[in-house]
């Protein structure tokens, strides 16, 4: 995925994508066996030697997201004032109601459970999901059953059902004050930057899409086919007579409307639902590795330190993670970047490598990943080593690197 592309951050970093400090890493990491990617473990975390100078009681943060709003109930439980800036009315107006999956199988612990010991209470409604129907490169399709669920969804946007608004809540609650209508310029404002996706970056994925009503029932198809989402993948999740139908892309952009409607015909010939009320979306993100995420002692987070998985663009789990580490790390005066590598640095790297094996092998990638989940009596743990940063992708970061930086500068040329 792209490099950061703004100079603040390029100039602090010189080269953004590089190895993290051995050093600190060896000293302090848990060794992270192959196979099997540490637990979140909040408990464990020790700070490192170059605290950050964070000793005020006011804190101010920079967008009332997923990330904002998980690092504002942390301070505010501990007892800090804080202050929330959102450019918005309200909260959730970057999302339209869409569904999204919080990926479960980064971690061996269950995302939930994950999430509980964020100090974010599980009252939002959510969708288990175990049973996965995906549609592959030459059309067949792979009905793959999962044993523990492989997502959960959540809807996203202004209701009141959505994360979004349940996590406003919850920091409500908590004491945090929000002030809507403020947007802030994250170059000279705030603590914690938590804007979300910075308009003056490269746009890496595309996700454009539509929700609409419909009769059919609950189902959860996925389709990986680059006639349709060039290096990416397309989905359709059906929950309570809701569809999200959707996208991601990370190349073709220009032909993001008719691969589209390409995606909407092939599942619409699968599931043949029929769909009231359809609403036309489009999303974007950007994820990229860096080194530093504290710049003129701000703390980067979410989506505005690049924490979104490159490999499938699955943010929500990293934005509320990284949310509560920041605040960790200002609570305890502990180093920020110490503990966002230590918690989520490997399986970022092991992300953007994937990335780049899966756009590189196109079809044969998409064909192998099918494969090694259906022989596998969990695929939940074919999923799970992929996410290991092991031989494999330590081998491919330098290819990766250079491969990867050439098409983040192409881009912006565009
Ligand atoms: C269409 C789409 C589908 C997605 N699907 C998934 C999925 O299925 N699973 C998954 O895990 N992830 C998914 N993601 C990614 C995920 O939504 C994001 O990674 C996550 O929301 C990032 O959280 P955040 O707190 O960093 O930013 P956000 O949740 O975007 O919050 C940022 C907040 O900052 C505010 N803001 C922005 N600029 C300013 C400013 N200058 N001043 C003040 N406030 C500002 C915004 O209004 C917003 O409220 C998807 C993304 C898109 C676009």
Redesign the pocket.
């Known amino acids: 995925m792209g490099i950061r592309n703004y100079p603040e951050l390029r100039n602090a970093n010189s080269l953004a994508l590089l190895s993290f400090p051995r050093k600190r890493e060896s000293r302090n990491s848990a060794k992270i066996q192959p196979g099997s990617p540490p637990e979140f473990t909040p408990h464990l975390m020790r700070g490192g030697d170059d605290k950050i100078n964070m000793e005020k009681k006011e804190i101010k943060i ?9 690092a504002g109930i942390n301070l505010a439980k501990a007892g800090y004032k804080v202050k929330i ?4 009315d309200t ?6 109601g ?6 479960n199988w980064v971690y061996n612990q269950d995302a939930l459970e994950c999430i509980q010991q964020l100090n974010i209470e599980i009252s939002f409604p959510y969708y288990s999901v175990r049973q996965v129907k995906i549609i592959g490169p030459q059309g067949k399709i792979y009905s793959i059953q999962f044993q523990k669920n492989v ?1 959960y ?1 959540v809807r ?1 946007g202004i209701a009141q059902d959505t994360l ?1 608004h349940n996590l406003y809540e919850q920091a409500k609650l908590s004491g945090v004050e929000v002030i809507f209508n ?5 170059r000279q404002f705030g603590d914690i930057i ?6 003056d970056r490269v746009t890496d ?1 595309l ?1 454009p ?1 539509y929700t609409f009503k419909t009769k059919s029932p609950d189902q959860y198809w996925v389709i990986v086919d680059d006639a349709i989402a060039p290096d990416g993948y397309g ?1 359709c999740f059906i929950v309570n007579g809701l569809a999200t139908l ?1 996208i ?1 892309i990370y190349s073709d952009f220009s032909k993001s409307k008719e691969n589209l409607e390409r995606a909407y015909d092939v599942f619409q010939k699968n599931i043949h639902f029929e769909a009231n009320d359809k609403i036309f ?5 950007n ?1 990229f590795l860096m080194k530093n995420a504290v710049f003129d002692n701000r703390l980067y ?5 690049g ?3 490159c490999l ?9 993670i ?2 509560y580490l920041a605040a960790q790390s200002i609570i305890k005066n502990q180093n920020y970047n110490y503990l966002w590598k230590k918690e989520i640095g490997s399986q970022f790297k092991a992300s953007f490598v994937n990335h780049w094996y899966y756009k590189m092998l196109g079809k044969r990638s998409y064909q192998w990943i099918l494969d090694k989940m259906r022989k596998s009596a969990d695929p939940a743990v074919s999923l799970n080593k992929m996410c290991n940063y092991s031989i494999v992708q330590k081998l491919g970061f330098p290819l990766a690197f250079c491969f990867l930086r050439k098409k983040a500068k192409d881009r912006r040329k565009l």
Not at 281 to 285: D, I, K
Not at 301 to 305: F, W
């Open positions: 920079i967008g009332a997201g997923l990330s904002g709003l998980t800036f959102e450019k918005n909260v959730g107006k970057r999302f339209h869409d569904y999204q999956g919080i990926e997502f969804l996203r979004d403020a947007p802030q310029d994250y938590a804007q979300g996706f910075i308009p994925a996700v899409g989905y959707a991601c979306f489009c999303g974007t993100s994820g987070v979410g989506e505005a330190a924490f979104i998985d499938w663009g699955f943010g929500m789990k990293y934005a509320m990284s949310g």
